[in-house]
Nanobody, 123 residues
Framework: QVRMVETGGGLVQAGGSLTLSCAASGRTDRRYAMGWFRQSPGKEREFVAA????????RIGDAVKGRFTMSRDNAKNTVYLQMNRLKPEDTAVYYC????????????????WGKGTLVTVSS
């Protein structure tokens, strides 16, 4: 079993920045990719970013490309989502997920989720 805990959400003005963190604990002995998704009220869960085990491979969702970046610190079993130039439409609950493999494509799937952290961007 793996536990994922997101932190760093909060209220920020449009144009501001926030950094989310997600710490994994439990059975983290295997290599695994990590990702961020978000969900706004009335909308489906949306892909935000993903990162491979080594950190060399990342993918950023189209809605946040150029503004958000994802990184990881394997020594701390933690991933980060740096969010810059935030917009009101970025308001959502942000969820961290662990993939089944060290990559986030080619058959790898999301198998554990955190409970989410709320980000609210005011205009």
């Amino acid at each position: 079993q793996v536990r994922m805990v997101e932190t760093g959400g909060g209220l920020v003005q449009a144009g501001g920045s926030l950094t989310l963190s997600c710490a994994a604990s439990g059975r983290t002995d295997r290599r695994y990719a990590m990702g961020w998704f978000r969900q706004s009220p009335g909308k489906e869960r949306e892909f935000v970013a993903a990162i491979g085990w080594s950190g060399a491979s990342t993918r950023i969702g189209d809605a946040v490309k150029g503004r958000f970046t994802m990184s990881r610190d394997n020594a701390k079993n933690t991933v980060y989502l740096q969010m810059n130039r935030l917009k009101p439409e970025d308001t959502a609950v942000y969820y961290c997920t662990k993939f089944s493999l060290g990559i986030f494509y080619s058959g790898s799937y999301t198998e554990y989720w955190g409970k989410g952290t709320l980000v609210t961007v005011s205009s």
